[in-house]
């Protein structure tokens, strides 16, 4: 199986197991090795008191993304540290996008950038993770 072919296969089975990102209606879009897309419509139920999308809720989708990427390549991989810049709001109705990429590894640690964007292509959020990797893959 070509490297493209597991990372789809490894989220086709991931995916159904992430209840949370069910729950808060994000989708996945595109799938590579080390590279994710997802998308999340901001509804009524996500405003803060501030009437814009929680922080912690694009912190989600970010997360998500940076997960998805880190176990495309079949090791079962966990985020060790990560950070979010928030850089404007989102509101209701905005469809983000998270997109994740890889954008280094050394053994068992890989970093990824993560670009939250709203449907007009303006920046929300620029989040940076660092996985590790544990015994064992997803497809064996």
């Not at 509804?43 to 008191?49: C, Y």
């Not at 993770?129 to 064996?140: D, H, L, Y």
Request: charged share 25%; proline share 2%.
């Amino acid at each position: 199986m070509n490297k493209q072919a597991l990372a789809e296969e490894i989220l086709r089975r991931f995916a159904p197991l992430d209840r949370a990102s069910r729950f808060l209606g994000m989708r996945l879009l595109e799938v590579r090795p080390g590279h994710i897309r997802m998308s999340m419509r901001v509804t009524e139920d996500m405003l803060n008191a501030q009437q814009v999308c929680h922080g912690g809720l694009t912190f989600s989708l970010a997360d998500t993304s940076f997960g998805y990427a880190c176990n495309s390549h079949n090791e079962r991989a966990f985020a060790a540290s990560c950070s979010i810049e928030f850089l404007a709001p989102a509101h209701v109705g905005d469809e983000l996008t998270a997109e994740a990429n890889e954008v280094g590894y050394a053994g068992r640690t890989r970093v990824y950038d993560v670009r939250v964007t709203n449907q007009r292509g303006e920046l929300i959020a620029l989040f940076r993770g660092k996985s590790t990797t544990v015994k064992g893959g997803w497809i064996e």
